[in-house]
């Protein structure tokens, strides 16, 4: 069984950054796909970024050359640097694991 359990989310100016923890509990991190999606107010759940089991790294274009996706495979711990914040990345943000397990979400406000 798979938990994922996010951290780091609080409120920082825009030109801030941020950085986002997942801790991975459960079988097979390493083996498999990770990615954060993000939610605003009154918004759909959209992908912000993945990270393959061989390390590939996608963004979406609204968050390139600003957002670091990466992981710790000894941490068990996916993780999201977020720099240059503007209000607009005002969302919660969850992670999600190659098997469609999903965390809690945590809370990042831009002002």
């Known amino acids: 069984h798979v938990q994922l359990v996010e951290s780091g989310g609080g409120s920082v100016q825009a030109g801030g950054s941020l950085k986002l923890s997942c801790a991975f509990s459960?079988?097979?991190?390493?083996?498999?796909?990770m990615g954060w999606y993000r939610q605003a107010p009154g918004k759909e759940r959209v992908l912000v970024s993945t990270?393959?089991?061989?390390?590939?790294?996608t963004y979406a274009d609204f968050v390139k050359g600003r957002f670091t996706i990466s992981q710790d495979n000894a941490k068990n711990t996916l993780y999201l640097q977020m720099n240059s914040l503007k209000p607009e990345d005002t969302a919660v943000y969850y992670c999600?694991?190659?098997?469609?397990?999903w965390g809690q979400g945590t809370q990042v406000t831009v002002s």
């Open positions: 459960g079988y097979g991190f390493s083996s498999c796909g």
């Open positions: 999600v694991s190659g098997t469609n397990d």
């Open positions: 990270i393959s089991s061989t390390g590939t790294r």
